[in-house]
């Protein structure tokens, strides 16, 4: 190339022009340069520049305000070090793929905060490449998000686990039990067993304490798991759905325990007992050292289960046997049981058409007033017409009603039925006093909330006056909840209404109750009377029992009179009231009105005055 002379003035002239443009540039880098640590300094998140060695050679304020560290602390490599140590692989995979690729990709991982806890980091990287095109640095920007993955993980807890307890629910249990259950199917030997624990008295405990005070003793109950072995699982019981028919009839106030790996039903029986001596240690509920007990269903898988809910029905079927042999037992289901069960749950369907069909009748028994031969009151009865067997006693029908809680139902309509049937039997019109009506109260009934109202709601729709009613009561019901009982005996007591202890002596009676429970009589077991000229221990009982209730100004009513010589007896004893078959048997209303007539007629003829 030939040479170009150039003047100084020219050459001057391009080094200033040359300068001119080194500036513009150096400032539009100074520019961004001055950008970047703006944005960098007040972003709420945490922007780190890494070169491709991994070395960081900026940590933006953010990492200790969310962190704790400051950018001396967090060094070159330290903050590697910070990586909880499950999640050091997949950050170092994501930086070297961003490296070699240019492609960089969302990512969580864990980091430890300078007082030892756990966040969760949301990372993405950006590069920043050179002049030929390679990647020179990462740009990584770090949003804490611990706050949104705790909530997420509650989110999941909560669809699995019970509010109150803490405790897998009913969704998580079915999961657990399909699992194991289908183990046990493909592995012939290998056997797992079900217990369904359900608390005993819980409706009374919670209507005499309180809704709070129940939930408590649910929570305490749910630390039973501490007496499991290390693989079995427990889960709280919601009520069911009629979509889910195995769990129908399952209740909150119950518990299921799985056991895998049991070879023999003593096994799990032995778990059983445990379970039951863990929830029989006090519990301190508002201050009231207070004792619960459970009763609990066990079943094992056998080749005669294809699926897991038949044996939860199983187990629901042994634990409702443990309830009805007066709870706090633990029952092995069988085929026995099996075919128990089968009725059962034909009964209980039947019961439910009856109800809807009214298939029910009111029977009345007289209690008659031994000296004067006097009825004094008409006992109502319960009796089920079925279309197909006749009518049906109660002794086949009221346990399955009363479980199924149908027996709440059902008492509240023969209540008023027996009210409306009484104006209707009502003999003023040929005797000196009124007639009065005995009714029953199941121990359900009892401990509905409901019980004063719908005495008080039969009454004032029939007009009957409430001093013709009296109530009966067995021994058990009134010692279930002594402070229930006498709540609601002092209610029916103000309303003028009559109570009596039925079947006094049949079972282990506590004197101290039947002083604490106003009562106004007391009706002695049919067993002791049918015994009482065979037995001389069951005479002297009456006799105590009778002495007994006058020394409390109770009034005695002998049940299941049957021979004169009975009646004779009973009158030297001064006992006031009697009935049974000696007299009449169950009558139906119509019988019952001619029964009262021909008796009130009787009592004319031969000049007996009432008393």
């Known amino acids: 190339m030939p040479w170009i002379p150039i003047s100084l ?25 001055e950008l970047f640590q703006i944005v960098t300094e007040n972003a709420a998140d945490m922007i ?33 070090d910070q990586v909880h140590p499950d999640d050091r692989f997949q950050v170092l995979e994501a930086a070297r793929e961003a490296r070699e690729t240019g492609i960089a990709k969302r ?5 430890k905060h300078k007082d030892g806890s756990w966040r969760v980091l949301e990372s993405l990287a950006s590069t920043i490449r050179d ?85 408590q003793l649910l929570q305490e109950i749910a630390r039973l798991g501490s007496c499991l072995r290390q693989d079995d699982a427990i889960a709280r019981q919601e009520a069911g759905s009629p979509s889910e028919p195995a769990l129908s009839r399952l209740g909150g106030d119950e518990f299921t325990i799985l056991l895998d790996m049991v070879s023999d039903p003593s ?4 778990i ?6 863990t929830v029989a240690e006090p519990i301190l509920i508002n201050g009231e050292e207070l004792r619960a007990s459970v009763s609990i269903g066990i079943a094992m898988s056998t080749d005669a289960h294809t699926r897991p809910e038949d044996l939860l029905k199983d187990a629901d079927v042994a634990m409702r046997r443990g309830k009805a042999l007066d709870g706090s037992r633990c029952e092995v289901f069988d085929e026995a049981m099996h075919t128990r069960a089968v009725g059962r749950l034909r009964l209980e369907e039947d019961l439910r058409t009856a109800l809807a069909e009214r298939q029910f009748r009111v029977y009345y028994q007289p209690i008659l007033d031994l000296e004067s031969r006097r009825v004094v009151s008409l006992e109502a009865l319960l009796r089920w017409e079925h279309p197909t067997q006749g009518l049906i006693s109660p002794y086949r029908f009221l346990d399955a009603a009363e479980d199924t809680g149908l027996l709440v139902t059902i008492g509240h309509w023969l209540m008023l039925q027996a009210c409306r049937q009484l104006l209707e039997l009502d003999v003023n019109d040929f005797s000196a006093q009124p007639v009065n009506l005995t009714v029953n109260v199941s121990a359900r009934q009892f401990a509905d909330a409901r019980l004063v109202n719908d005495i008080q709601s039969a009454l004032r729709e029939t007009g009957v006056d409430p001093s013709r009613l009296q109530l009966e009561i067995t021994e058990a019901v009134a010692a279930a909840d002594p402070r229930l009982t006498i709540t609601i005996l002092a209610h029916l007591k103000h309303m003028g209404i009559g109570v009596m202890l039925d079947d006094f002596g049949a079972g282990a009676s506590s004197l101290s109750g039947l002083r604490l429970f106003p009562m106004d ?44 010589k009975q009646v004779e007896r009973l009158r030297e004893l001064k006992c006031e009231m ?21 008796q009130t007629a009787g009592l004319r003829t031969t000049g007996a005055t009432a008393t």
């Open 131 to 215: 002049a030929s095109g390679q990647v020179a640095k990462l740009v990584i920007v770090n949003r804490d998000v611990s706050e949104r993955k705790r909530a997420e993980q509650q989110f999941e807890h909560n669809l699995s686990h019970d509010a109150l307890t803490g405790l897998p629910n009913r969704r998580a249990f079915l999961e657990r039990l399909q699992r194991v259950f289908a183990g046990a199917r493909r592995n012939p030997g290998h056997h797992c067993a079900l217990l369904l624990a359900n608390v005993d008295h819980f409706k009374v405990f919670n209507d005499r304490l309180g809704a709070e005070a129940g939930d």
């Open 272 to 277: 059983a007992k445990r379970v039951q001596s």
């Open 578 to 598: 009697g009935q049974g078959y000696y007299f009449s048997q169950p009558l139906d209303p119509k019988a019952a009105l001619q029964f009262l007539r021909e």
């Open 48 to 80: 780190a520049l890494v070169d491709v060695k991994g070395r960081r050679l900026y940590n933006s304020p953010a990492y200790k305000r969310i962190l704790g560290y400051s950018a001396a602390e967090l060094g070159e490599t330290a903050w590697f």
């Open 9 to 33: 003035g020219s050459l001057l002239g391009l080094v200033l022009y040359q300068q001119f443009w080194i500036y513009r540039i150096n400032k539009k880098f100074k520019q961004r340069e």
């Open 521 to 564: 009589a007391l009706k002695i077991d049919r067993a002791l009377i049918r015994e009482m000229h065979t037995d001389r221990t069951a005479a002297d009982m009456v006799e105590v029992i009778i002495i007994l209730a006058h020394k409390m100004n109770l009034k005695v009513v002998a049940e299941g009179i049957e021979t004169g």
């Open 267 to 270: 096994n799990a029986l032995r």
């Open 107 to 111: 990512l969580e991982y864990r980091i």
